[in-house]
């Protein structure tokens, strides 16, 4: 038996679809069938993954989005659904990371990482999902008006991770959060989950792999590998099928073991 996700008719949201994880969650959506809006602030890059998604017949758009200001956030959600459509997936995936002991971190490291990792997803998901709450309040009988949400959070807001322990704090902030949204949320068809990925080769940090510090930190992983991307496509799919329906609140972990 065969099982296929389809998502043709719907309208996928991507925050950092600029590179990374965010690149490889627009393009596995576009796949398949939904109309991705590809947000973040670097357009010639989405301009890129844009040509990219329809160099293979899918459908991207282009819209700037910086998550840490909320006008911005509010002007593309509401350009998505003028130009594209409602909104049915949001993949909430914009993240930075600072590194160091917690001894040294500055202020403005703090703020940024919270005011991106944290704050922003917030106020991202609160955007979208008022709008859903609002199509689902006025949706005919048996009629499908709900959502998914999916926040893009780490292993590192499971366990503390040396030299990391900002960046983790901000993304234990983002499952919990994803719990009370779930909660607050699913009577009104939203489903809200999270996946915490290990660690991911993606263009942002594949040189460290090969120096020293890369060398011994795979060894100290449970299968001495680094994952890729890819290797979050299934996972992705599942938590924004229409099929998911009695998925919510869930903490996904993806980490090859890292969290055992």
């Given at each position: ?21 965010g ?17 973040g ?5 989405l ?32 350009h ?7 909104i ?11 590194s ?11 703020d ?51 030299q ?5 704090m901000?993304k ?5 959060m ?15 989950n ?54 919510n ?12």
């Open positions: 038996m065969s099982y296929t996700i389809d998502l043709s008719g719907r309208v996928a949201l991507v925050t950092g679809a600029s590179s990374g994880l690149w490889q969650f627009a393009r596995v959506l576009a796949r398949a069938g939904a109309a991705v809006t590809l947000c602030r670097r357009i010639e890059r301009k890129e993954l844009r040509a990219a998604i329809e160099a293979d017949g899918g459908d991207a758009h282009v819209v700037r989005l910086d998550v840490t200001d909320t006008d911005s956030i509010g002007a593309a959600v509401a998505t659904e003028t130009e594209v459509g409602n049915d997936i949001l993949v909430n995936n914009a993240g930075i990371s600072v160091g002991r917690l001894t040294e971190l500055a202020p403005d490291d703090f940024s990482v919270f005011a991106t990792n944290t704050r922003g997803a917030f106020f991202v998901a609160q955007e979208v999902a008022r709008r859903m709450i609002a199509r689902a309040q006025g949706a005919a009988p048996g009629t499908w008006a709900g959502g998914r949400i999916v926040n893009i959070a780490s292993v590192a807001g499971l366990r503390a991770v040396p990391l322990g900002v960046y983790a901000s234990a902030a983002v499952v919990h994803t719990r009370a949204m779930a909660l607050e949320w699913g009577r009104f068809g939203i489903n809200v999270a996946v915490c990925p290990g660690y991911i080769d993606t263009e942002i940090n594949h040189e460290f792999w090969s120096t020293e510090g890369g060398r011994r930190m795979l060894e100290a992983l449970p299968r001495k590998r680094v994952g890729r991307a890819e290797d979050l496509d299934l996972v992705l799919l599942m938590l924004a099928a229409g099929q998911s329906h009695f998925v609140g869930a903490v996904v972990v993806a980490d090859d073991g890292f969290a055992l």
